[in-house]
């Protein structure tokens, strides 16, 4: 189930970024320490709590629309498959968060210096694939399905509830 109001597009939202952001702290401190390690499950809570409303808010503001817009260049809704629309969005809004969130995550954790540049591409062409990955085929799905199974559960299946 996708959003069908603007509380649920902000519900959904700060779902999916928490998802999306808390897995990509934990890659982004194992790539750092050599690997994943215990401590790092609870190390990326000190990241999540400054990088999750960025997230939020970039995602809110400015790549949810954009991201529709480069999706609706491929595909067109309404007419391709439902699976296609999602797949299209997704992979856009990974296409835009992953810059935007590698240069967040830069400048607030990377001590890049003078070297900001080739840190900030370094670090994007790092999270590109695992952000992808991880959104098609396990953030995606998961949140997809928790947001549906929380709004049956909310509104009793009431369908007309629901898209309201």
């Known amino acids: 189930m996708l959003p069908q109001s603007k509380l649920q597009d902000v519900f959904f939202t700060a779902l999916m970024a928490f998802v999306m ?3 990509m702290i934990v890659y982004n401190i194992s790539l750092s320490v050599g690997g994943l ?3 790092v499950f609870l190390a990326a809570f000190g990241e999540i ?3 999750w409303p960025i997230a939020v808010v970039l995602e809110l503001l400015f790549v949810g629309k954009l991201a529709q817009i480069l999706a609706f260049r491929f595909v ?3 007419k391709d498959p439902m699976i296609m629309m999602i797949l299209a ?4 809004s990974v296409c835009l968060m992953c810059p935007l969130m590698s240069l967040a ?3 607030l954790f990377k001590n890049a210096g003078s070297e ?3 840190v900030w591409l370094q670090t994007t062409a790092f999270n590109f694939p695992m952000a992808l990955c991880w959104q098609i085929f396990f953030a995606g799905p998961l949140v997809r399905n928790v ?3 929380i709004m049956k559960t909310f509104f009793k299946g009431n369908k007309a509830e629901i898209a309201a």
């Open 21 to 23: 952001v808390y897995a």
């Open 89 to 92: 969005i997704s992979s856009m």
């Open 37 to 39: 390690q215990n401590f």
């Open 105 to 107: 995550a830069t400048i």
């Open 147 to 149: 947001f549906g199974a």
């Open 76 to 78: 067109t809704p309404g």
């Open 116 to 118: 900001f540049i080739s």
């Open 49 to 51: 709590i400054i990088m």
